[in-house]
């Protein structure tokens, strides 16, 4: 296989975009071409899970290409529910690897914001199984409100702990101008004050209004080169060195042991196989904290910490900016925002601005490896990327 | 008559299954719907709950209390549960009710009740 780089990104604001679903898409791809110097695209990857359901806008990847006047490039739309994002990517990289292509641009768009909260949580909710989940009312964030009860009976993590994620990754957001929520919040004032229970109601109880994502419009390019290519490039060489991928039961009651999301541990271990590396060499990462129980339990799943033990990392400050493995810097889902076609790409955007060092105040000092995990269903579908900088 | 959950039982190896699957997930050797229909026991242990008040569009209710509850042969299966305080660990009984209006079509599923 040959080697792949990242040569350019580009990322929207996630917030709420009013415009076409496929000129936000289009947005960041602009942004990356400028910046990876306008190199001859030979195929258009666009992940994307609402363009149909949400946007009446069916083949996003046929009206992308023309839409950016890359014609008669190869397009293609890639819907693979959250992990849309980082499947692409996938399919990206094994176009350069094979030698197929020298470069591709892959990007992630979503428009989420068009419908209102009603259809938005129905339209996620179809990721479940249709007769042992959907039927009963079950949704994303009652998955996680069950598997986080499991988590605390089991480990002992607690909502402060679930706080000091959402906490953590809110100041984070504040140095990321384009992060959906730029809100300081505190342990205390989402969880001590008088007024907690109005300002932070449960929603999937023992899950609260803050330890769940925004539902976010947004986009996010990366374009990738073959070595020849990328090494011809005034830039840093920031090399894809590994991708991994899994899969697990649909309906998570299937799952023999219900507190473990194999999928994560095994894509991780895949990405980072590939990539040579050890999860100790890792400097920063983002993972998928669509719920902040996320972030604690793959940050023990991809190997940074021992099962059961994530909790107590976040508690020493490991996790956080000037910790010894700083996660999500980029504010995370949590308050960077989760368009959920977008997120995989979004992750791999902070991922090379970081290991490029251009991450200006939330910059990971020296940061030469860097790893994303992007999840999809809950935990039925994961990708996960190794990005290594080259000196 | 009374209404049952099913788990598929694969006519080769004997595996059960709930939900449905095409191809059993054990010997992976069956035939198209190669399953016997078996009739899964109601009462069981709730392993967790959750109670959820962002709701479908479907059910005009304030929350919707759901849970996985692990029955007596061991096949775990989410449903609704209809207890005021549960807690994990209780025994639990099912019955088969109307779970989601969609338009005009009704679902039927399992709620669970405290023994």
Same mark, same amino acid.
């Given at each position: 296989m040959r080697e792949v780089y990242a040569i350019g990104v580009g990322i929207t604001s996630f917030t709420r975009l009013e415009y076409p679903l496929s000129e936000i898409a289009a947005y960041s791809g602009m942004m990356a071409m400028k910046e990876a110097g306008f190199p001859n695209i030979a195929h258009l990857y666009v992940a994307n899970m609402g363009g149909c359901a949400l946007n009446h806008q069916a083949g996003l990847a046929s009206a992308v290409v023309d839409s950016m006047s890359l014609t008669p490039a190869g397009a293609t739309t890639i819907e693979n529910g959250p992990a849309s994002g980082a499947s692409a990517i996938l399919q990206g990289f094994l176009g350069i690897a094979s030698g197929m292509y020298e470069t591709a641009m892959v990007i992630g768009a979503e428009r989420m914001r068009e419908v209102d909260n009603l259809e938005s949580t129905e339209f996620v909710a179809s990721l479940t199984h249709p007769l042992a989940e959907y039927i009963y009312g079950v949704t994303l964030p009652s998955l996680a409100g069950m598997f986080t009860r499991l988590y605390m009976e089991k480990y002992g993590v607690t909502s402060r702990h679930l706080a000091m994620v959402a906490v953590k990754n809110h100041a984070n957001a504040m140095d990321? +101008? +384009?992060?959906h929520l730029h809100e300081p919040i505190t342990v205390a004032g989402i969880l001590d004050s008088p007024e907690a229970m109005t300002n932070n109601?449960?929603?999937a109880d023992p899950l609260r209004f803050y330890d769940c994502c925004p539902v976010s419009d947004g986009s996010a390019c990366v374009i990738l080169a073959s070595a020849e290519v990328a090494k011809k490039m005034n830039k840093p060489l920031i090399r894809l060195a590994g991708v991994g991928q899994a899969t697990d039961t649909?309906?998570?009651?299937?799952?023999e042991e219900p507190t473990d999301l194999l999928a994560v541990r095994r894509a991780a271990a895949q990405a980072m196989q590939m990539a040579g590396i050890k999860p100790g060499d890792v400097h920063v990462a983002e993972l998928h904290d669509a719920f902040t129980i996320l972030e604690i339990v793959e940050s023990e799943e991809v190997g940074f910490f021992k099962k059961g033990e =994530?909790? #107590?990392?976040?508690?020493? =400050?490991?996790?956080? #900016?000037? =910790?010894?493995?700083?996660?999500n810097t980029s504010g995370g889902l949590k308050a960077k925002g989760h368009p959920v076609g977008a997120t995989g790409v979004g992750q791999a955007h902070e991922i090379v601005l970081q290991l490029r060092g251009e991450a200006g105040k939330r910059q990971v000092k020296n940061a030469r490896v860097g790893f994303?995990?992007? +999840? =999809?269903?809950f935990g039925n579908n994961v990708v996960c990327l190794t990005f290594i900088r080259e000196e | 008559m009374e209404?049952?959950?099913?788990g598929y039982k694969c006519k080769k190896c004997g595996q059960l299954h709930y939900p449905y699957r095409m191809v059993c997930k054990k010997c992976k050797r069956n035939a198209h719907n190669e399953f016997d229909l078996v009739p899964l026991p109601k009462n069981g242990k709730l392993l967790t709950f959750t109670h959820l008040y962002t709701l479908p569009a479907?059910?005009?209710?304030?929350?919707?209390?759901?849970?996985?509850?692990?029955l007596e042969n061991g096949i775990r299966v989410t449903g609704q549960v209809s207890i005021q305080n549960p807690h994990m660990g209780?025994?639990?009984?099912?019955?088969?009710e109307a779970v989601r209006q969609e338009g005009y079509d009704t679902n039927y599923g399992i709620v669970f009740y405290e023994v």
């Open positions: 990321n +101008f +384009f992060a109601p449960y929603v649909h309906a998570v009651q299937e799952r =994530g909790h #107590l990392a976040l508690e020493r =400050g490991e996790t956080s #900016l000037t =910790g010894k493995i700083p996660i994303t995990c992007n +999840f =999809g269903g | 209404m049952n959950l099913y479907d059910f005009e209710v304030a929350k919707l209390t759901l849970g996985i509850v692990e209780m025994q639990v009984k099912g019955k088969i």
